[in-house]
């Protein structure tokens, strides 16, 4: 089993080649800080829009190295943190643009990957998540009641028998499926776009780190950087530039791959259409099944490092290996042969009230895109675009979204964040472990923990 070495995803199509480094001082219109999608996407509107800016992306590794070469590869209309909360605050309609907008997103990354040749395993099969005990039966009626208000969620519950001739889950009592989520191959998206990117004449610095982001000016390792507008693309990794350590508070997540399945395995679970798996667990899982048949399962491993310290290639620790094959083969007793040939982590940007923001200040000539938790494959998309529009000065139907921005307020100083993300999510586990009891209703614990952590 391999462990870290970036991804399993890189590890398929094979570590990049280098691109060279920022050679010294540089001035452009657009300097972009981060090749993971945010950045990339931002520079590939960019240029389209207008050919003659000069763009620049700098990179510390390499393109698609952070959560954007990682992901779970679920391409999904889901807004980060949830539409309730933009019911709440810019009422039912902005809501409705926003999950619109999210929807044509899917679509959008499916579009351009086949415009610009990018093959990046794509299959639009729908998303699926499934409810096994009685508390997340109960759960996910009232998440299907609740979506089913929308005009733009496309939302089905289905009744187990429904559910398990979709997707074969053990111990399924009822699920909900929406159209519109597909399963990617995250690094083939990543290096696909660079490609791209680099082809339309954007410049991609790599092999050099950003060390503080001031208004119109980047100080590197390799010389300065000036321009009118920077793009702040750093999302996980935010918390290691210069004053900006308690803005979004770096969560890890973590994947296994299993080797191909035969056959006969997939015959008992179906999952045939491209469908993206996840479930109403309080720590939740993710799934998809690749391209070459495999397995790839997600959660959270162990979520926080103190001083909100970030990982290097991924390297992952066994207890984590071990927490998501027992969730894999609960779900799939067929896997329990199946060896596990990779694990691998990555890190995400969570705000203080899991709410994802765009924006762009226009004083100091900074945008931003970012805070998407673990919702960012096609948000950055979005991101990427309304950033563009911003810098642009377009009175789009984009800059008018909801989370355009916003801002909050920042996380606890250490050592309270560190015990505050350990306390939350050991509460979270406690909860799912007496829900798995058969548990009848959410726990008490879980519904505290959710007021703390601002999760909706
Ligand atoms: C394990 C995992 C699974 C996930 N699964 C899903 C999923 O299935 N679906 C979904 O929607 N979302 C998922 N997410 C979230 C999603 O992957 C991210 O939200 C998205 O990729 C963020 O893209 P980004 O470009 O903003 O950030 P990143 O991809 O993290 O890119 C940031 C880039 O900035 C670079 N960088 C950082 N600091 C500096 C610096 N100082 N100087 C220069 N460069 C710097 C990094 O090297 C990196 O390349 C997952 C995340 C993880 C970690």
């Given amino acids: 089993m391999i462990n870290g070495n970036v991804s399993h995803w890189w590890q398929q199509i094979g570590a990049p080649e280098q691109r060279p480094a920022l050679p010294g001082d540089l001035s452009v219109d657009v300097a972009i800080v981060g090749a993971g999608y945010t950045g990339l996407w931002t520079a590939y509107y960019l240029k389209r829009a207008r050919p003659e800016l000069r763009i620049a992306v ?102 187990a028998d429904e559910a398990k001739a979709k997707i ?72 290691g530039l210069k004053g900006l350590r308690r803005l979004w508070l770096p969560m890890n997540s973590s994947l296994i791959a299993t080797e191909p399945l035969p056959q006969h395995v997939w015959d008992e679970l179906h999952w045939s259409e491209g469908e993206v798996l996840g479930d109403f667990a309080h720590v939740y899982m993710y799934a998809q099944r690749t391209a070459d048949d495999r397995i790839a399962i997600g959660g959270r491993g162990v979520p926080y490092r103190y001083g909100s ?98 801002r909050v307020r920042k996380w606890e100083p250490e050592p309270l964040r560190w015990i505050a993300t350990k306390g939350l999510y050991t509460a979270y586990g406690i909860a799912d472990r007496a829900e798995l009891k058969g548990r009848e209703t959410t726990s008490p614990i879980a519904r505290i923990a959710d007021v703390i952590t601002g999760r909706h």
């Fill in 168 to 239: 074969n889950v053990a111990g399924t009592r009822a699920a909900v499926w929406h159209p519109h989520s597909a399963r990617i191959q995250p690094a083939k998206l990543a290096a696909g776009l660079a490609d791209a990117v680099e082809r339309s004449g954007v410049e991609i610095y790599e092999g050099t780190r950003v060390v503080e982001i001031s208004p119109h000016r980047l100080h590197t390792d390799h010389g300065i950087v000036s321009a009118e507008y920077i793009v702040r693309a750093t999302e996980g990794f935010t918390a």
């Fill in 309 to 406: 310290r970030t990982d290097t290639d991924g390297q992952t620790p066994a207890v984590t290996v071990e927490t998501l094959s027992e969730i894999m083969h609960r779900f799939f007793p067929a896997t329990r042969d199946a060896t596990i040939d990779h694990v691998w982590s990555g890190v995400l940007g969570v705000p203080r009230d899991w709410a994802a923001t765009v924006g762009l200040d226009r004083e100091t000539g900074i945008a931003w895109g970012g805070g998407y938790v673990g919702t960012g494959v096609t948000s950055t998309n979005l991101a990427g675009r309304t950033i563009a529009d911003l810098i642009l000065g377009e009175d789009s139907e984009l800059v008018s979204l909801p989370w355009v921005n916003h």
């Fill in 58 to 159: 700098i990179e510390a590794r390499h393109a698609g190295y952070g959560a954007s070469g990682r992901n779970g590869g679920w391409l999904t209309n889901a807004i980060t943190g949830g539409r309730e909360q933009y019911i709440e605050s810019h009422g039912f309609e902005a809501a409705e643009r926003f999950q619109r907008a999210m929807n044509e997103t899917v679509d959008e990354v499916i579009r351009v990957a086949d415009r610009e040749g990018i093959d990046a395993d794509i299959k639009k099969g729908g998303e699926f998540n499934v409810a096994y005990t009685p508390a997340q039966e109960a759960r996910i009626r009232a998440f299907a009641a609740s979506e089913q208000r929308s005009k733009h969620t496309d939302l089905q519950l289905l009744e």
